[in-house]
């Protein structure tokens, strides 16, 4: 079946759907949504997204929402390699250093939240930085605090190869870096960024090498 992904270049979350796509060796049709420009709240996009948010992946009929669900999908539609392997309880440790990022820093700093904090709440620019800074650096530590502290981290987040806890671990460090957020207290997480980086998967789909890039 022919699928689509609605994203933009520097979405952290339709990174994810990127690289998931690109470990499982599946093409797809790239269908820019440019954030910046709005057109997550205009039609067409807003006519097929419900919660006006990139990425979403159309699968010939199946409109699917939420980087997480989509890429469990892909995991569960194409099972090679696994990207939530092992036993429940390594799979709820995979879940939950994903979810510490993806539910815990990334929500606090999308688009929205900081339009909001500077148009509604007449945040000064470097208060939003700073309110961006501190829920990156304090979430990073949380993730630092489980790889360091578990004989479950490998090469990667949990063992020798790359999983879902890798997949949302990569984007963010690209949003911190474009942040200028404080990296040196996580050593363990940028040991296990520069795993990642160096396979193709997580290199050829960065924002840089996006077809939107600009
Ligand atoms: N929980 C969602 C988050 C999606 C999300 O926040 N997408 C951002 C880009 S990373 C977006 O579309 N923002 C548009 C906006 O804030 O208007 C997911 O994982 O897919």
Sequence with gaps: MALTLYNYFRSSASYRVRIALALKGLSYEYAPVHLLKNEQLAPPFA?????????LLKDGDQLLTQSLAIIEYLDETHPQPPLLPGEPA?????????????????????????RYLVH????????????YRHWVETGL????????????????CHGDAPT????????????????DCRLDHVPNVMRVYDECMALEAFN??????????S
């Design 120 to 131: 509604d709440m007449k945040l000064a620019e470097d208060d939003k930085n700073r309110w």
């Design 141 to 156: 530590e949380v993730v630092e605090k489980q790889l360091a502290g578990s004989s479950a981290t490998g090469r990667f």
């Design 90 to 114: 390594a799979r709820a440790r995979i879940r939950g250093l994903a979810l510490d990022i993806a539910c815990e820093i990334h929500p606090l700093n999308n688009l929205r939240v900081l």
């Design 47 to 55: 006519d097929i997204a419900p919660g006006k948010l990139v990425p």
């Design 164 to 179: 879902l806890a890798d997949i949302v671990l990569v984007p963010q460090i690209f949003n911190a870096r474009r942040m």
């Design 204 to 213: 050829g789909t960065q924002p840089s090498a996006c077809p939107d890039a």
